[in-house]
């Protein structure tokens, strides 16, 4: 069987499985975010910290909720990498320097996974188990509560309460994420990655690492998390043995993405304005996938002839496993490797940097892919829906002033970052030292940098060294802009929306559920994204592929 | 209630009736009106007006930077970029002073109705005092006899008289004003034609209606639309993130071996923001409610036109948006053995000197289905007509020895002493059904009855199809029975109906559609209906309407058609769609502008870009000249559509989407590549280029 065909077996197999789960379990997260019942775990919890789950909050209750919440976390975090040498089970591996710990509690609390450490050398066992898993676990319930609240605004009529974020965030890590993560751990124990206690071992001389990986590898992509608990990320035969585990994998990545679609369809009560958004998600992505395939499987130059595109890939996977894992984890905000991006052509490198730049909304992150593409939606809405004649509506909600300003807001904020960030960073001489590669590739590697953080991806074009105070901090700062201005601003707009009566739509209302409306958006998507970053694109990947 | 057909007036020329049906149409363009604007245009280079713009701020502040550098390093590129940058301010300046001209001009016409009036005063006594018009305050009652102008807008409370009304609407037949009802009010302006009345003066002078108008078409008081602040924010946001794009760009450009010259960069920005939208974004609002003044509806906000645009509900009155305003004669009914001929020439020869509409309909009913003559034969006029008085309430003629009559049934039948069962049954039924029924008698012989009913107007079952699929409901209002509205209802095809309906039912329906979040739309004239005026999202009162009314709407009618209700509401979403054509096609027009500058921008970093030079355009500086020259032209070559609005045709929104993304948003990808290709082969022309 040659690669080509493997490759869309592959395509077929993860397809295949993404559908199967799409009606049942999207279906079952609307249910646990409308169920009025609480589970008896929760309900205790409830009591321990004092939340009446019953009490709906406005959306600057929500928000502070979602800030204070985030804050604690990361100050946690950072002070167990800091108090690391008097923690059980930590190999002696010494406290995390300040600077890389600051960054790395940024990073795992926001959902980013950036790593700018080598993991089996710098943490142990208790850092990543209480640590790094517990935020793998926790950012991830956070973004679906964002979303969940969102689309509520979108429900509810002349109200100010958006639901509790206690009670979301409660629920998607007891009803979603934990069961789900585990049955993914088991699966991938049984698939053969790595499951230990022990820090390594040592055969014939040269040593290697061991890990609870599995449960960190089933959140991490579970989550689109994407921080490996070894440096080789998923390309490490521990992480991701198999090209099995390796499809396992990526469908993890997506599968919660993808469904959340069906969830909104069903909140919203019209399954076909789900199926609009996934189709979205869908083509982007496959459109994404294709030119990154061509591109990989015709190397340009003598080295890439040479290597026949394989530089930077793991044999076991091949080009189509490593391009399929590399436009899922860039299309979502896993930032999870099994190959190095910095390796790949100039056009499929530049396809994993476009895919981050359009906002990572095919299919995106745990919640934020859905409100990201929501948001782009209302662009969309906005700029062609006056085009039929009326004030823009978008489920029988009018946008006005306030309903476009937070969207605007949400969606100035990943651009900005990228750009004064990647234009910051290039302008700085320290930086020219900071690189592997001169030229277009050289400054491709500094855009990557900014739109990982900016788009809490995590993934890195590797070959720029980050680790100095500069890249840790601007990067640290990236990824907080990056996660909770969009935040803001989305539950402002769920707010504002909340209070608006809902309209049902007719035959002069601007149809949100037609595939035009998908066309629509996609081209939204990408026009935005072109127009903002086509001259930096330019001097980077583009300048390469046209070599 | 007078009620006219659409006559243009404050701009007589040049504008087309439009009658009901037909697509919305607007003022010709003319290109003098650019060169009377330029005064105009030239006065807003003021920084402090351009502020209330941010793109074109943005550009503002660009020109200024460019033209700076081209004093400091005076290159023939830097200058040629500097005085289209200028352009570029300039044009924009000159779509809204145009937008701005044309209400000026209906201004003027308006202020010449205005002169110094001398207003008779009643005293407590009744003696009477002579005072300036200017002088007046409200609750004043003044005297207008014959020949006199009304001194303010107020109420008559004493007294008939014929008013001419033609300064304001334009309609040259007088209209009766009295005291007491719906028709009691009248117009600062406006000329008393006959008898004598008594007004209760209910302005302050310069707060009177003319004054208001004047204001509005002049835009003093305009104010930024919520649509309008919309999106005006989210062109200021895509100015910003290309603000970003540009500054980032300048350290890249730097790594990558060549910063770039401020004239390149600001060159670049102004091209990416949508400056054409910007500007024309306000010009497009002026000329919404120019168009609506053109069709003699005075919006008192902009905000109105807009929700125009929106609305969901449409109250309609029956009488005169629906049906005729006068019933006409559709059946005749013989009766006690006479023949159908018989009856029909005897109501044809009794109705010859009937000269009421209804009189003539029956006349046109005989001749269209009878084929008898249409008028009166050489014979016929000879005889003696006796012509409907309000006293005797009956028409006829005395032709030989016969006397034809025909009235009112209890009329004739106490005229004639005849008691007839059959007629009776039929009167009581045409009642029944809402028709009103006429008797025909010949001498003593009653012949028939002839049914006179509502008439719906030819083509509005179609116009309400239309409005339905553009997914406006229509409702019907009548004081008719249930038994009637039904009836015509059904005939209309309107989807609702609201019989026997008072001001208070009016009032419950609105509240009723709005608690459902939709936008409800009406018109009115009476003093009842203000409360129901100001609680519909668009009110459209009758100029003829009282103070009351006018007051409570938010829009003013000067012919007092209800039809045009319809022609407000396509006007409200041409407007919208117009705002949404060009920022679609502002936004596509974007990326032929890379296409042009990117490559002459990295063409020397990165050789290999010099392939996105796809229009192979001559030169870097050609390149980056031609963009610029296109940003600015094409505000230029769209104006007349920003005033004019983009075509519309009443249809679905999937329809009207379609086309308009296909015409703006791929006619915007495509168009600037063609133009800008056609502008660099004349621009290259120029030595040093």
Sequence with gaps: MNDTVAGLLQVVLLLVLLAACYAPLGDYMAKVFTSERHWRAEAVLYRIVRVDPSSGQRWPVYAAGVLGFSFVSIVLLYLLQRLQPILPASFDRGAVGPATAFNTAISFVTNTNWQSYVPEQTLGNTVQMAGLTVQNILSAALGIAIAVALIRGFLRSNTDRIGNFWVDLTRATVRIMLPFGFVAAVLLVIMGVTMSLHSGGDIGGSTYPLAPAASQEAVKQLGTNGGGIFNANSAHPFENPNPLSNLFEIFLMLVIPVSLTRTFGTMVGNRRQGTVLLSVMGGLWAVMLTLAWLSETHPTGAAGIAAGGMEGKELRFGIPGSILFGVSTTGTSTGAINSLHDSYSGGAGGVTLLNMLFGEVAPGGVGAGLYGLLVLAIIAVFLAGLMVGRTPEYLGKKLGRREVTAAAVSILVMPSVVLIGAGLAIALPGTLDALNNDGAHGFSEVLYAYASAANNNGSAFAGLTVTSDFFQTTLGIAMLLGRFVPILAILALAGSLAQQKRVDAGAGTLATDKPLFGLLVGGTIVLVAALTFFPALALGPLAEALA | ?689
């Design chain 2, 1 to 689: 209630m007078t009620r006219s057909m659409t006559t243009p007036t404050l701009e007589r020329a040049a504008e087309e009736t439009v009658s009901s049906g037909s697509p919305v149409k607007a003022g010709a363009f003319r290109p003098a009106q650019l060169w009377a604007a330029l005064p105009d245009a030239l006065r807003k280079l003021d920084p402090r007006t351009q502020l209330r713009n941010p793109v074109m701020f943005v550009v503002w502040v660009g020109s200024v930077l460019v033209t700076l550098d081209a004093i400091s390093q005076p290159t023939l590129f830097g200058w040629l970029i500097a005085v289209w940058l200028w352009f570029t301010v300039l044009f924009a300046n000159l779509a809204e002073a145009v937008a701005e001209g044309r209400g000026k001009a209906q201004a003027e016409s308006l202020r010449r109705t205005q002169r110094d009036t001398i207003a008779r005063r009643l005293r407590a006594d009744g003696s009477e005092e002579q005072i300036g018009g200017a002088e007046l305050r409200i609750g004043d009652r003044v005297v207008v006899e014959a020949r006199e102008t009304i001194p303010g807008d107020g109420d008559v409370v004493e007294g008939i008289a014929t008013v001419d009304e033609s300064a304001i609407t334009g309609e040259s037949a007088p209209v009766v004003r009295e005291a007491g009802g719906d028709r009691s009010s009248v117009t600062g302006g406006t000329t008393v034609l006959s008898d004598r009345i008594v007004v209760k003066i209910t302005t302050r002078p310069g707060e009177s209606f003319v004054d208001r108008m004047i204001a509005l078409v002049e835009g003093a008081s305009r104010q930024k639309t919520p649509n309008e602040i919309a999106l005006t924010i989210l062109l200021s946001a895509l100015t910003i993130i290309f603000l970003l794009a540009v500054v980032a760009l300048q350290p890249m450009s730097a790594y990558a071996g060549g910063p770039q010259s401020v004239v390149v960069l600001v060159a670049l920005l102004v091209c990416l923001i949508p400056t054409t939208i910007g500007a024309l974004l306000s010009a497009i609002g002026i000329a919404g409610m120019d168009r609506l003044v053109q069709r003699n509806v005075l919006a008192k906000s902009g905000r109105a036109v807009e929700a125009a645009g929106d609305i969901d509900t449409l109250l309609l009155d029956k009488t005169g948006t629906i049906t005729f305003g006068n019933r006409q004669a559709t059946e005749l009914i013989p009766v006690h053995g006479a023949t159908i001929e018989e009856l029909a020439e005897a109501a044809r020869l009794s109705s010859l000197a009937d000269q009421t509409p209804e009189g003539r309909s029956v006349v046109a009913l005989c001749a269209r289905e009878y084929g008898l003559p249409a008028e009166a034969t050489t014979d016929e006029a000879r005889a003696e007509f006796v012509p409907f008085t309000a006293q005797t309430r009956m028409s006829g003629l005395d032709i030989g020895d016969r006397r034809i009559r025909k009235a009112a049934a209890q009329t004739l039948l106490a005229a004639t002493g005849v008691q007839s069962g059959e007629v009776q049954r039929w009167v009581d039924l045409i009642s029944d059904e809402g028709g009103t029924p006429l008797v025909v008698a010949d001498d003593d012989r009653v012949l028939g009855v002839v049914r006179l009913s509502d008439v719906v107007k030819p083509g509005i079952a179609q116009r309400f199809a239309e409005l339905r699929a553009m997914g406006i409901r229509t409702v019907m209002v009548t004081g008719d029975n249930p038994r009637t509205a039904r009836a015509i209802a059904a005939q209309a095809g309107v989807d609702d109906h609201l019989a026997e309906a008072t001001p208070e039912d009016k009032m419950a329906y609105i509240r009723r559609e709005q608690e459902g979040g939709r936008l409800v739309a009406m018109t009115g004239d009476g003093t009842n209906d203000a409360p129901a005026l100001a609680q519909a999202d668009v009110g459209v009162a009758m100029n003829t309407g009282t103070a009351a009314a006018k007051e409570a709407g938010n829009m003013v009618d000067l012919d007092s058609d209800p039809t045009k209700l319809i022609e407000i509401v396509e006007i409200g979403k041409q407007l919208l769609i117009t705002r949404g054509a060009l920022t679609t096609f502002s936004v596509a027009n974007d990326l032929a502008k890379y296409f042009a500058i990117l490559p002459a921008m990295f063409a020397a970093l990165y050789p290999s870009l010099g392939a996105l030079n796809v229009m192979g355009l001559h030169s870097p500086q050609s390149a980056i000249l031609s963009a610029v020259i296109f940003n600015a032209l094409i505000i230029i070559v769209l104006i007349p559509l920003a005033l004019r609005g983009v075509r519309y045709r009443p249809t679905t929104a999937d329809r009207l989407l379609r086309r308009n993304l296909l015409v703006y948003g791929l006619g915007g990808v495509v168009l600037p590549f063609v133009g800008i290709f056609l502008i660099d082969l004349l621009v290259r022309l120029i030595p040093g280029m």
